[in-house]
């Protein structure tokens, strides 16, 4: 069953109840299910009949996630994985061949760059770049092989925008796979099917967890497309666990009022940043500043719970404030109930040429904030002290 509101899908999907009516899903902690006799196992291997026949294929438990996200995105079909980034290369190598090409934002998260650079060209698959702020020239970019159009929006850790519906008229006028990452965003602040995007990923362990507990991923979208991300994943095994899928789903459960209360906060501290005298710039997709304000507006509910800063005084002003924080976090997670601070230069984009980092707005002095669920005004007094 579907309904019409976000908050409904999230609560009241789930999997079919046993046979001991349980009002919460159950946990189904088994690697392999089994069949009534020799023609069922026949017929299931066959996939002449939809059920479970071992967890690397299909549970319960990543069913019901799946289920779950499918709706909440719009989305017809989808797949889970133990980790964000298997999303990401799973989604890739299932859909790729050697010689195909790929066109994607220069502003994507430090393990993607790394796929495209260098994992990817070991089969003869290469990679164009177009700037956050250059969607004009991605038609210039376009290849005969060119075969997917990928970019996240917010961007990470620049909490950049790209414009969604753009991308979409694109792809679809060059007949090209547009992939989206929606992380940031989560479904409750964004949905890129309704933009054009084929296929859509998130790192689950980010704000769809949003305690800092469990590792996940999961790609949705065009059932053809999923059908080959499954085949492929269903013989590779990057499977999401059963518990994982039971704590992500639950967590759905709650992801509009934590995301709501994270939006608040993060406004209000972007806000303090900006007026802080030792901040330089600050960046938050819904600060009037942002250089694609109107386009956050147009197609993000609220702006999310990253706030990216600069720190007057450079690499070492910015080590002496992570040292400084008490309450806030040093971490690389990012979506969590407490706030974390990131350096990404030395951390989650250190593998990056320093070029690289440049290009995409990662200075030695760029803090990222995941701002959490504390009261503002403690999340607030911590940054000011250690700013000053």
């Not at 994607?104 to 650079?117: I, K, Q």
């Not at 479904?187 to 704000?207: C, E, M, R, W």
């Not at 600060?287 to 507006?297: E, F, G, N, V």
Request: aromatic residues 8%; charged residues 25%.
């Amino acid at each position: 069953m579907s309904f019409e509101n976000f908050e409904t899908n999230a609560i009241r999907t789930q999997v079919e109840r046993s046979q001991y009516k349980e009002h919460s899903a159950p946990l189904y902690l088994t690697s392999s299910f089994v069949f009534d006799d020799a023609e069922d196992m026949r017929a299931s291997f066959a996939e002449e009949k939809e059920r479970n026949i071992y967890s690397r294929f299909t549970n319960p438990n990543t069913s019901e996630f799946v289920d779950k996200i499918c709706k909440l995105e719009g989305a017809e079909s989808g797949y889970a994985f133990a980790t964000g980034m298997s999303a990401v290369f799973s989604t890739f190598a299932a859909l790729l061949n050697a010689g195909d090409h790929i066109v994607s934002a220069r502003s994507v998260f430090g393990s993607t760059h790394t796929l495209f650079t260098k994992f990817l060209p070991k089969w003869n698959i290469e990679t164009s770049y177009f700037k956050v702020n250059e969607v004009d020239k991605i038609e210039s970019l376009i290849q005969p092989n060119t075969k997917i159009l990928y970019a996240e929006s917010p961007t990470n850790p620049a909490v950049d925008i790209l414009d969604l519906e753009r991308l979409g008229q694109i792809a679809k006028k060059h007949n090209l796979i547009l992939i989206i990452d929606n992380c940031f965003a989560t479904p409750y602040l964004q949905n890129p099917i309704k933009f054009g995007a084929d296929l859509v990923i998130h790192s689950a362990t980010k704000l769809i967890d949003g305690q800092g507990r469990v590792l996940g991923g999961v790609t949705v979208g065009r059932a053809d497309l999923i059908r080959e991300i499954y085949l492929f994943s269903r013989n590779t095994g990057p499977a999401l666990s059963p518990f994982n899928a039971w704590v992500l789903s639950k967590s759905l459960e709650t992801l509009h009022v934590r995301v709501d209360r994270h939006c608040e906060n993060a406004l209000k501290v972007a806000e303090f940043l900006e007026n802080h005298s030792q901040v330089e710039s600050v960046k938050y997709p819904f600060l009037k500043s942002h250089p694609q304000y109107d386009i956050a507006k147009k197609q993000m509910k609220l702006g999310g719970n990253i706030v990216a800063f600069q720190i007057k005084g450079g690499l070492e002003a910015g080590r002496q404030f992570l040292n400084k924080l008490e309450i806030i976090s040093l971490s690389a997670n990012l979506g969590d109930t407490r706030t974390i601070a990131t350096h990404p230069a030395s951390t989650t984009h250190s593998k990056l040429a320093l070029e690289d980092r440049l290009e995409v707005g990662i200075t030695d002095s760029l803090v990222r904030i995941s701002v959490g669920l504390e009261h503002t005004e403690d999340i607030i007094k911590d940054l000011d002290k250690a700013l000053n």
